[in-house]
Antibody, heavy 119, light 111 residues
């Protein structure tokens, strides 16, 4: 049973960098899963940010690609998200989610962490 | 603006059946039977309800079913219950450049 737990600063200043971590438990991060990030602005819908495979495969949402970096730390069994040049529009709950390799649906989700961009 | 169009809200009485539509493009929903549906209660994470158009994960009630016709995918909830009141999102794999797109979500209200 895959369990995901996001963590990171709850507030980031405009033009700063958002950094979040997703700790994976119940399975190795080197297993046959893609690790994704999805966000949800308050009162709005879901937006896929990007995904990473342990062997180095990475895909990003074209609309966010220039500002986003996703990485994996196998020694800590976690993945990370960095987003640069944030604005108020990046205020959202950020979720970590898993996709079984070869599939195209998000089968497990973390509880999410709220990030507010504010001076 | 979402690439997938869902109605903002759908309502029904307990015991009734309701259907939520999710309309995409011929190159997205129309080309792949890879739509998934997620249920989200307030303040909670999304939960996978349907994948690959009509498959249910273990543990999801068989009152939930999915289908597709042309460019439109649908989620049907039969025997509507109070606990089904939530937001529902469709998601489609959109190819190797866009990857995943979500609908704007549908709020289901049990009258």
């Amino acid at each position: 049973q895959v369990q995901l737990q996001e963590s990171g600063p709850g507030v980031v200043k405009p033009s700063g960098t958002l950094s979040l971590t997703c700790v994976v438990s119940g399975v190795s991060i080197s297993s046959s899963n893609w690790w994704s990030w999805v966000r949800q602005p308050p009162g709005k819908g879901l937006e896929w940010i990007g995904e990473i495979y342990h062997s180095g495969g990475i895909n990003y949402n074209p609309s966010l690609k220039s500002r986003v970096t996703i990485s994996v730390d196998k020694s800590k069994n976690q993945c990370s998200l960095k987003m640069t040049s944030v604005t108020a529009a990046d205020t959202a709950v950020y979720y970590c989610a898993s996709i079984i390799s070869g599939m195209v649906h998000f089968d497990s989700w973390g509880q999410g962490t709220l990030v507010t961009v504010s001076p | 603006q979402s690439a997938l169009t869902q109605p903002a809200s759908v309502s029904g009485s307990p015991g009734q059946s309701i259907t939520i539509s999710c309309t995409g493009t011929s190159s997205g929903v129309g080309s792949y039977n890879l739509v998934s549906w997620y249920q989200q209660h307030p303040g909670k994470a999304p939960k996978l309800m349907i994948y690959e158009g009509g498959k249910r994960p273990s543990g999801v009630s068989n009152r939930f079913s999915g289908s597709k016709s042309g460019n439109t995918a649908s989620l049907t909830i039969s025997g509507l219950q109070a606990e089904d009141e939530a937001d529902y999102y469709c998601c489609s794999y959109a190819g190797s450049s866009t990857f995943y797109v979500f609908g704007a979500g549908t709020t289901v209200t049990v009258l």
